[in-house]
């Protein structure tokens, strides 16, 4: 599915109604260029499981930002500072997979290899100053326009 968001708003909107379908145990990549909005559609999808949007930031320089004050807990991971796919065996990653929350992923083609089959991905496209075409794959998301 390819939905077209006009501003940041829209975009966390969009997270927010898919946020809202979550059950728990899902991995959630999000690739695009610097800029795209990656860390935008992470607030919505905090904003839809409950939480303040505010309290997310981008973890570029932590790997890992851990929200738990909603219905499910949040686990928001980057791996822009990644170099190599072994690096990943550092980070709690693993620990946050046995998990019941929703494992957020920056920049995953750094960690291909060790994402699951059942990975939903997230694609974000840089269309003008404030528009983005976000397209869905691995969920149904039937309501998420509406």
């Known amino acids: ?51 303040k949007e505010k309290l997310v930031r981008s973890p570029s320089f932590v790997l890992l930002a851990e929200y738990r004050q909603g219905r499910l807990p949040l686990f928001h991971f980057d791996f822009y500072r990644i170099n190599s796919p072994a690096e990943i ?18 920049w995953p083609e750094r960690i291909a290899e060790y994402l699951p089959p059942q990975t939903k991905r997230i694609k974000i496209d840089i269309l003008g100053p404030k528009s983005r075409r976000i397209t869905i794959h691995g969920m149904a998301c039937h309501s998420c326009t509406h």
Request: glycine share 14%.
């Open 1 to 51: 599915m390819m939905i077209v968001t006009r501003s940041p708003e829209e975009t966390k909107k969009l997270a927010s109604r898919i946020a809202r379908r979550l059950k728990g145990g899902e991995i959630i990549v999000l690739t695009g260029p610097l800029g795209a909005g990656k860390t935008v559609f992470v607030k919505g999808l905090a904003k839809g499981l409950g939480m």
């Open 89 to 106: 065996e550092t980070t709690p990653f693993a620990d946050r997979l046995k998990e019941n929350g929703v494992i957020a992923v920056e």
